[in-house]
């Protein structure tokens, strides 16, 4: 289908925000689903007789198999039309709902959820290109945050509609409450999504991705395994294995002609030094996301219902600041927002650190409240000023690799910090002493990424002049 620009820019003049709102709620549905299933875990361990680290595939499968289509993103872009792309993440979705809510075993419920991660797979990425098709640079910030807004109030909501749905419900309602919704949606992205780009025909590198994917398989389960006892050589196994497959990729990159992604993006210092803390920023929310509800369970002795709800006023903000941190991007340029949101990150990780055991269940909610508005302000931006400061021809690829990168530190966070939280056997301390003194060394990892961060945005700064 062809659109002339006068059309496109027409299009796009009178009907930006509802595209995008659009877009943003189908993603807002499958991050949704994907947060509200972390509450029906011993439900399920019960009803399919299963054990934790098989259930636990529900969710890391799910961001697996979003990271894995993130990485075809840029190529989706160039060969398929927006419509095409939004209609084929609304059927996976609703083909994954009924299957979950249908699921006689465990393994057809799996299967479900890797099908329905295929909508935000789709939709996440769509979402931010369609942002860079039809929005001014001078707007960018403002308009990705609106659509964050939508996107990043989903993990608030998500254990609360999960919890709510298993204790008056069935785990099954998740999946059939959702299912008109995207009905609705899937109607009304129909009508108003259009094409602003002209679409070309690419052959796809299937050896690339099949390199690539391996290698992200490869090391998310190298690091799944990182702490148990006696896995040390397989671990390193894992991780030789990982970075060969990586460094095949590059290789492959330099004398490959078909579509992916051009890891030439990485030359471009704007990109690397907003990519970096980007990633890093990701792996440290989603690692304190897990951490803090365990450590005031297991140290201040709070109750599970307590440990999730000391996040929900963090979380809750982390979506509502969005639309502003992005006006402060686009009206103040990218120091205040950058600077002083790693600083909010940054100062309450070396309180927690410092005072270890001292905290109450209320010093710690305040404390991750700041971290989350600093992060929230911090992480946004970082993507959107690194977008608006390359070349339009590269942007589709960098958010695939931003998308990409996103998704594998969020999986990494989670297990890493796990690992080190439990690290510390210390003989002559109790278990509540050995669990402080190995939050603290995660603590102090967590504070070391942002006082980088610090300098990787310096250089960032430098580079875009």
């Known amino acids: ?224 395994i990182m702490g148990q006892p006696g896995v040390l050589v397989r671990f390193l196994c894992y991780m030789v294995v990982s970075l060969a497959l990586f460094a095949t990729f590059g290789w492959l990159s330099k004398h490959s002609h078909k579509a992916l992604f051009k890891l030439s993006v990485f030359k471009r210092p704007v990109f690397l030094f907003s990519f970096l803390p980007y990633i890093f920023l990701q792996y440290s929310n989603i690692g304190l996301n897990f951490m803090l509800p365990s450590y005031v369970q297991m140290v201040n002795g709070a109750t599970a219902f307590i440990g999730g709800l000391i996040l929900l006023p963090g979380s809750v903000l982390n979506g509502l600041g969005q639309p502003i941190y992005g006006w402060m991007l686009d009206r103040f340029g990218g120091k205040l927002p950058l600077y002083l949101g790693n600083s909010l990150f940054l100062v309450p990780i070396v309180i927690m650190m410092v005072m270890g055991q001292q905290m109450s269940v209320l010093v710690v909610t305040i404390l991750y409240t700041v971290f989350a508005t600093g992060r929230s302000m911090a992480f946004g931006n970082s993507m959107a000023y690194g977008l608006k400061h390359l070349p339009r021809n590269e942007q589709q690829d960098a958010n695939a690799i931003y998308g990409t990168g996103n998704m594998l530190a969020g999986s990494l966070g989670t297990t890493v910090i796990a690992t080190m939280m439990t690290s510390i056997h210390i003989t002559n301390f109790s278990r509540v002493q050995n669990i402080v003194a190995g939050s603290r060394l995660a603590f102090g990892m967590l504070a070391l990424l942002g006082v980088i961060n610090f300098f990787l945005f310096r250089r960032l700064f430098k580079s875009s002049k």
């Open 1 to 224: 289908m062809n659109f002339t620009a006068n059309e496109q820019n027409d299009h796009a003049k009178k009907h930006p925000f509802l595209v995008i709102t659009v877009v943003a709620f189908m993603t807002f549905m499958g991050v949704l689903t994907e947060t509200s299933m972390n509450v029906t875990f011993p439900t399920l361990m019960k009803q399919f007789n299963i054990s934790l680290p098989t259930v636990q595939w529900v969710t890391t499968g799910y961001l697996l198999m979003v990271a894995l289509l993130t990485i075809t993103s840029a190529f989706l872009k160039r060969r398929f039309t927006n419509k095409q792309l939004f209609v084929s993440a609304a059927l996976l979705f609703i083909t994954g709902d009924i299957m979950c809510g249908l699921a006689p075993t465990y393994w057809m419920l799996l299967v479900g959820r890797l099908i329905q991660a295929g909508c935000v797979g789709l939709t996440g990425p769509l979402m931010n290109n369609i942002i860079l098709d039809i929005v001014p640079p001078h707007k960018l910030g403002t308009y990705m945050g609106m659509a964050n807004l939508i996107v990043l109030v989903a993990p608030a909501l998500g254990p609360t509609f999960g919890g709510a749905v298993v204790s008056f419900a069935s785990w099954r309602m998740i999946f059939w409450i959702t299912v008109p919704v995207t009905v609705i949606l899937l109607v009304l992205g129909i009508f108003i999504i259009k094409q602003y780009t002209p679409t070309e025909r690419y052959e796809f590198d299937w050896l690339r991705f099949g390199v690539l994917a391996m290698g992200m398989i490869t090391l998310l389960l190298g690091f799944n």
